[in-house]
């Protein structure tokens, strides 16, 4: 596992944090790491042309189901995931899904280069 590097400090929502008027450098190493987590859940993979592969495939393998495998979805998530380079293992892994509001949240808890680290994360799914 490597160590954290430093990287520009966002919002709960995943906007570049300009509360200050400016950009800003995140430094706490936890939350550089549940950052990455959150980046790699919410990127379509293809989605990014010079990091084709990043991301979770989520029209190539969930959307394009008409009614996905939860376990499956949950692996998949896990997979991308475990390619953030602090993460060593994912444990604790919960997906709940509502149909009514197409939301998942996903919630598990990441042994990294900074210890356990619990991640939940809302899905919205268009």
Known sequence: MAAPTPRLALTSDGDLD??????????????NIVGKTRKVLLLCQGEWFLAAADGVPWVQEILAKKNPDLRIVQNILVDAIRRVPEVGSVENVKLTFDRPSRT???SASLRTTEGAI?????LAIP
């Open 118 to 122: 619990p991640v939940t994360q809302p």
């Open 18 to 31: 300009l509360s200050t008027g400016q950009l800003r450098i995140e430094t706490d190493p936890v939350k």
């Open 104 to 106: 998942c949240t996903f």
